[in-house]
């Protein structure tokens, strides 16, 4: 049996429609102009859509104490390099916000660092490369690099699982930020597996990281 409808709730169903309608024309309408003002300062759909992900995807930037743990000072190292990638900002908005992630002993120390060179007549650091270079100085010994990498060579996978392998591997391998050809890296990769998947892997014919 069909449900009669009354004459006031036909007219908000008309009523409802033609709001719909227009609500829709209008939606289209300010989405078109958009797209011409967009067209007409070189973006693209594609852009906009990049900017509004950009926007909803914070990425926050840890602060270093200045303790005197090398992996812990290499980590926030690379953290920062990937936040200031992320937000793309110029040299000298890194040194002042990597400043302001320095907290305690290493905030001391910059401060030192920085009243150093004025008493000298000298410029401040203005480049995040300079910076990096002079904390390393500071928090990464000569040593560390040739302790990672001798780590990196005897990482083997044993009761881990591969996935957990396959992170502590692209860790050490970040980490140790060596230069060799892919095919290098792979037999480092061989070398750690377990026997069987070893064999798996080379039955495949794997060539490549990826």
């Not at 909803?56 to 303790?67: L, T, V, Y």
Request: hydrophobic share 30%; net charge positive.
């Amino acid at each position: 049996m069909f449900k009669r409808i009354e004459p006031q709730e036909s007219f908000r169903i008309r009523h409802s429609k033609t709001n719909k309608y227009h609500k829709n024309n209008h939606y289209e309408q300010v989405h078109s102009e958009r797209h011409q003002y967009d067209y007409h300062l070189g973006y693209s759909k594609h852009d906009d859509f990049d900017e509004r992900v950009l926007s909803h995807n914070k990425i926050e930037a840890p602060s270093f104490d200045g303790r005197h743990d090398p992996w812990i000072f290499d980590m926030w190292i690379h953290d920062m390099d990937q936040f200031f990638e992320w937000h793309n900002l110029s040299d000298n908005r890194k040194v002042r916000f990597a400043k302001m992630k320095l907290i305690g002993e290493a905030k001391t120390y910059w401060r030192e660092v920085e009243d150093c060179l004025e008493m000298r007549g000298k410029l401040p650091i203005t480049d995040w490369i300079k910076m990096k270079q002079n904390l390393q100085e500071k928090y990464l010994p000569q040593s560390y690099r040739n302790k990672l990498l001798d780590q990196w060579n005897n990482l083997r996978q044993g009761n881990k699982s591969i996935n957990k392998y396959i992170t502590q591997f692209n860790d050490y391998m970040m980490r140790c930020a060596i230069r060799e050809n892919e095919a290098m890296t792979l037999r480092r990769f061989y070398k750690g597996l377990k026997d069987d998947l070893r064999r798996e892997v080379v039955f495949q014919g794997v060539s490549t990281l990826d």
